[in-house]
């Protein structure tokens, strides 16, 4: 007959040398991982606020052009550092937008986030950008080199994604 044996407590457990182990390798892992999530979510952060102000930079062309009035956006500083941009018809602010804390300027122009050739520029009831001799831009950096610059084109108000990355 059969009878069943009981092992030591060593099979039964786990010892301190398991734990210590399985510990390290935990953080190992996160030592890898934390850092990679901050540059995603820097970068993420840098993409929003790209998509954000094209579509406002085209919803404001729009807004001129059937409304046949005059729109402008004005760039600003935020309360916290970094910027933002509001969306005016005459003295009316329409809508206004503060990009993520990750988003900054990349040259200086009076300590907002964000840097634009000119503070604000208007678009015309023709869709065009009013007084503008020069195409304005936006350059906007993620802290940790990424930067992408955003034209707008004087006489038809064209607005694309100059670069993608590298210098403004």
């Known amino acids: 007959m059969r009878?069943?044996?009981r092992g030591t407590?060593?099979?039964h457990g786990v010892s301190?040398?398991?734990?210590?182990?399985v510990l390290a390798l935990i953080g190992v892992l996160l030592t890898i991982g934390v850092p990679n999530l901050y540059g995603y979510r820097a970068r993420s952060a840098l993409r929003a606020a790209q998509r954000q102000l094209i579509v406002d930079l085209r919803a404001t062309q729009q807004r001129a052009l059937s409304q046949d009035k005059d729109h402008a956006i004005e760039f600003a500083a935020g309360a916290s550092g970094h910027g933002g941009y509001a969306v005016r018809q005459g003295g009316t602010v329409l809508w206004q937008t503060m990009f993520a804390r990750d988003v900054h300027a990349v040259s200086a122009l009076d300590g907002i986030?964000?840097?634009a050739v000119q503070k604000s520029f208007?678009?015309?009831?023709?869709g065009a950008v009013g007084g503008a001799a020069t195409a304005p831009a936006v350059c906007l950096d993620d802290r940790r080199g990424q930067k992408v610059l955003i034209t707008v084109t004087p006489a038809t108000g064209s607005v694309r994604l100059t670069a993608s990355a590298g210098t403004c």
Not at 122 to 126: L, R, S, V
Request: no cysteine.
């Open 3 to 5: 009878t069943a044996s």
């Open 113 to 115: 986030s964000f840097s």
């Open 9 to 11: 407590a060593r099979e």
């Open 16 to 21: 301190i040398i398991d734990l210590v182990v």
């Open 122 to 126: 208007t678009f015309a009831p023709n």
